[in-house]
């Protein structure tokens, strides 16, 4: 039973546009989410987070938004860079529990030139 | 501030055998999380201890594998009598705060011929 799921394995992106990334979830017990990048043979890399009080976060190229009534999260980036190609993963977890993070299976983004 | 140191980076055992892998999390980190990545999957909870103290477990095979993390010295993720399944990447994270972000170290990549 896969609680966070992203649905795309890949998506691919002309440099200088938007890249929407997007995730799931079935547990209405999350009420913080997180993206995390990551680069082949080293480890995830935070990029940001959202607690479920707020809809939206924002730091720099990165903006990610929550829906609670769908269970939808999306991560966007903009202008997208070459640098931004690596697998995304969203993950999601009880704000304060002892927990782990749960992951969803990840979207591969790759920015043509 | 150094990262998250995990070693080794790479580990081959045969069937069978013992693998250790160590933990260091970031300074004044207390909160320890080990996950697994199988091929094209997602990262996946196994254990969260604090120092001296395992808190959940509850994502770790209930045989063969134990973790601990002492007062001193780096957390240590211990697997009895490797089997060919239990390639994968394994990952460490620390966090400052219990149920917030977590910051991953580069992985082990345990190989069982």
């Known amino acids: 039973d896969q609680q966070v799921k992203q649905n795309s394995p890949s998506l691919s992106v002309q440099e200088g546009r938007i890249s929407i990334l997007n995730c799931d979830y079935t547990?209405?017990?999350?009420?913080?989410f997180l993206w995390y990048k990551k680069y082949p043979a080293e480890g995830p890399t935070f990029l940001i987070s959202?607690?479920?009080?707020?809809d939206k976060n924002e730091d720099g190229r990165f903006t990610v938004f929550l829906n609670k009534s769908a269970k939808h999260l999306s991560l966007h980036i903009v202008p997208s860079q070459p640098g931004d190609s690596a697998v995304y993963f969203c993950?999601?977890?009880?704000?304060?529990?002892?927990?782990?993070?749960?992951f969803g299976k990840g979207t591969h983004l790759i920015i043509q030139p | 501030n150094a990262g998250v140191m995990q070693n080794p980076r790479h580990l081959v055992r045969r069937r069978g055998q013992e693998a250790r892998l160590r933990c260091s999390p970031m300074k004044g980190h207390s909160h320890v999380y080990w996950y697994r990545q199988l091929p094209e999957e997602g990262l996946k909870f196994m254990v969260y201890?604090?120092?001296?103290?395992?808190?959940?477990e509850s994502g770790m095979p209930k045989e063969r594998f134990s973790a601990e993390f002492p007062k001193e010295g780096p957390s240590i993720l211990r697997i009895q009598q490797v089997v060919r399944g239990d390639s994968a990447a394994y990952f460490c994270?620390?966090?400052?705060?219990?149920?917030?972000?977590?910051?991953f170290g580069p992985g082990t990549r345990l190989t069982v011929t």
């Open positions: 993950a999601a977890i009880v704000g304060g529990g002892a927990d782990g993070l749960t």
């Open positions: 547990n209405s017990m999350f009420d913080y």
């Open positions: 201890l604090q120092k001296e103290n395992i808190i959940d």
């Open positions: 994270a620390s966090s400052p705060l219990v149920g917030y972000e977590q910051y």
């Open positions: 959202i607690s479920s009080i707020k």
